[in-house]
């Protein structure tokens, strides 16, 4: 099973940018399709990015569309979430995992995933 961490959360203020990574260990984390999800307090988990194994098919919420970037490094076993033009309705919990459905299938509901890291916080300050 995958084991996943992120990182590179932080404060950032509204129109500005971050990148998120998330680590994996484990030789099957080339193989899985992955995903970002978010969860602000109060609010249910939803789904902000995956991307298929090989990273070659994406797919983003409307929310984040043409903003956020989805990417990944097998080599490195690292995905990456670059989010640029920040808004404060950003600001949440940040989590990466790994997929149980085939891996160029983007499922975008948490229930289709597992290996969940521990989150890293983006707020976003007006």
């Known amino acids: 099973q995958v084991q996943l961490v992120e990182s590179g959360g932080g404060l950032v203020q509204a129109g500005g940018a971050l990148r998120l990574s998330c680590a994996g260990t484990?030789?099957?984390?080339?193989?899985?399709?992955m995903g970002w999800f978010r969860q602000a307090p109060g609010k249910d988990r939803e789904f902000v990015a995956g991307?298929?194994?090989?990273?070659?098919?994406?797919s983003y919420a409307d929310s984040v569309k043409g903003r956020f970037t989805i990417s990944r490094d097998n080599d490195k076993n690292i995905m990456y979430l670059y989010m640029a033009d920040l808004n404060v309705e950003d600001t949440a919990a940040y989590s990466c995992?790994?997929?149980?459905?085939?891996?160029?299938?983007?499922?975008?509901?948490?229930?289709?995933?597992?290996?969940w890291g521990q989150g890293t916080q983006v707020t976003v300050s007006s």
């Open positions: 484990g030789r099957t984390f080339g193989e899985k399709a």
């Open positions: 995992a790994a997929s149980t459905r085939n891996r160029n299938y983007i499922s975008r509901v948490a229930i289709d995933y597992n290996s």
């Open positions: 991307l298929s194994w090989s990273g070659a098919i994406t």
